[in-house]
């Protein structure tokens, strides 16, 4: 199964890799906008400020690239902030356009909890999915985030809740994409990205 | 669905074995960083806490090499410190797989580093140790792995920290360190609650009691231990299992 992981510098790229090829996976890390447009899978990952994803994506030419793969059916895994850029937009940096793949905006958790919501938290499933399947529906996910996606739109296939629900796990048609960090959540991150692999196969 | 409390070992190590003192003294060895993350990693560690002590002392650049191998053995979080006093070793120290760097010294001597690195990295990666030592009715920061004085309060140093960029505060008690005395739950409490960031306790660990304690009294988000857990006094899971018996929300793995 070979992967294309795109790699505009976030930080856990490296952690990212290294989940994947635990499994099997063939990786391949790039920041080149012809290796992504000829993708047959693609994982968006993302950790901290959700402008620098959007900044480094757009600075590189690799917006159309993406969104272009997506369009042609190219299996698209999405984590952390690879999952908030998929919306129009987020008030963590609202001047900036997100890749607007799914309509709604992206918000930040309310100020009564401790933020960022870091640690391990578990799901309420919605819907069955592909990415959740032999998953424990008490399993525990690592979280580290302060802003969060709506859990309205009916790409929702789970959702965590830490001051209010959010969108933990989202699939539409070949789009997915988890909040959490699957390759830093143990044995249950393991299986999600399984999941993935067997889904984009 | 809420958020478990966070268990947390804490290798100190002097580049690239794990060693362990009393109040940051008399050093000994314990072991292989790497034999001990993939130990904790399968018993159910929430994290794992990678320490350089002997950068802050000798001024010696980190031990990229040790957290490369510890990440490589690792499906949960990494912090990483130890004289992390640049945005470049920050770099370096996330490129060898750390998730989350932790910096002491350096952020009180140049409190703009905290900014630095979460503009960079993100407020989560950006953990704030503080060293704190009693002081009157409240709590002096003290530098230099404890053994200096400064003229900050820990609470206000913490909000402050907060304000600058920190997304979480590990915070040690410099008198229980080492001890096995039970964490300073007073000390945990009032920090905890005056922050909006999650707080990990540390130092004076020995028995679930103490954990418990630090998670109820001191309303800790997550507790830190080093030696308890390197000698097998304790093991992570029965841990776990006793602190979900008395109510606190943990992650028992499978």
Redesign the interface.
Known sequence: MKVTLIDYGA??V??VE??LRRLGAQVEATNLAQKIAAAQSLVLPG???CA?LITALDARGLREPLIEAIGRGAAFLGICLGLQALYESSEEAPTLRGLGLLPGRVTRLP?EV???????????SVRASRLLESV?SD??F?????FAAPAAGNETVA????GR?FVAVLEKGNIRAVQF?P?????A??QVLRNFLRAAA | ??????IIPCLDTDGTRVVKGVHFEELRDAGDPVELAARY?AEGA?ELVVLDIAAARDNRPTFLETIRRV??HL???LTAGGGIRSLETARAV??A?A?KITVNTAAVERPELLSELS???????VVLAIDAKRDGTGWQVRIRGGRQATALDAAEWALRGVEMGA??ILLTSVDRDGTQSGFDTELTAAISKS????VIASGGAKTPAHFLEVFTRGEA??ALAASIFHDQAQSIRALKEYLRGNGVEV?L??
């Open positions: 930080g856990n490296p952690s290294r989940a950790v901290g400020h620098a100020d401790k933020l960022p919501h870091m640690g391990w938290n578990t799901l309420k424990s399993a525990y690592y979280f580290a985030h302060s959702v965590s809740a830490h629900e960090h390759e830093k959540s143990g044995e991150g393991a | 669905m809420s958020l478990a409390r966070r990693n929430d990440a490589e499906a949960i979080p996330v490129r797989g998730d503009a960079e990295f993100g407020a989560q990666a997304g979480e922050l909006s960031v999650p988000d997550a992650r793995p499978c």
